[in-house]
């Protein structure tokens, strides 16, 4: 509890830490950066857990830690009907999408957007087109120009609980702006050297730009 006898979210994050550490079969538990989950790891394999608490409320929604010692609504099961709708809606295509640009996110972003406000963003750029290209490389190179504009203005929670969410400052969104114009450009490159000038080698060297040396080489 805190002074005034409100639950501590920090506290309990803590609390679960402290518990997991006792389990056998896992290497170590520890508290995630953002101070919402503790991060269990297993000894045996690399896989990694974030454990959340939560409560659920008469309201409809629950409560889980928003970092700072307090808490924060949310409902994933809003959701995630909102994902598994949109990808049903435009073909089955979105889930590769997410997927591929949570890559980017987490491996090339700076600073990084948050995973939950990344794939808010995604579906909002999905939504945005009537449909979606049959090419996922088409689909990037278009979401990455969505991005430079839609980044440096508010984001609105879409299960209507937290109003905005993008809570990046002015800074932290210029700087991805910069980034995802970059990675908008370059893509434009990739594709001309694929489609007009059938290089394909060229084409991958600048996917390798903005995917890094993990993206398949050219053979």
């Given amino acids: 509890m805190s002074d005034n006898n409100i639950l501590n979210s920090i506290k309990l994050v803590n609390k679960l830490v402290k518990s997991l550490s ?6 170590n538990a ?12 297993l000894s045996s394999y690399t896989w990694k857990f974030d454990i959340v608490p939560c409560f659920y409320t008469v309201s409809g929604f629950y409560l889980i830690p928003d970092g700072s010692g307090n808490w924060k609504a949310t409902n994933p099961l809003i959701d995630q009907n909102n994902t598994s709708t949109t990808n049903i809606n435009y073909e089955g295509k979105v889930l590769q999408l997410i997927r591929n640009l949570k890559y980017w996110n987490t491996n090339f ?14 579906i909002n750029f999905v939504k945005s087109r ?6 996922i490389d088409y689909n ?3 979401f990455f120009n969505y991005l430079q504009n839609a980044i440096l203005y508010d984001i609105n929670d879409p299960k209507a609980i ?14 991805i702006s910069t980034k995802a114009k970059f990675c908008y450009e370059i893509a434009l490159t990739a594709i001309d050297f694929e489609i007009n000038q059938s290089n394909q080698e060229k084409a991958i060297e600048n996917w390798s730009k903005i995917f890094g040396d993990k993206f398949p080489p050219y053979e």
Avoid: C, H, W
């Fill in 22 to 27: 006792t389990v056998s079969n896992y290497s």
């Fill in 30 to 41: 520890e508290i995630k950066r953002n101070q919402e989950a503790a991060i269990l790891n």
């Fill in 109 to 122: 972003a700076s600073p990084k957007i948050s995973s939950y406000l990344f794939e808010v963003i995604v």
């Fill in 130 to 135: 009537s449909m979606l290209d049959n090419y």
């Fill in 140 to 142: 990037i190179r278009d």
């Fill in 162 to 175: 937290d109003g905005n969410i993008n809570n990046l400052t002015y800074e932290q969104r210029l700087k």
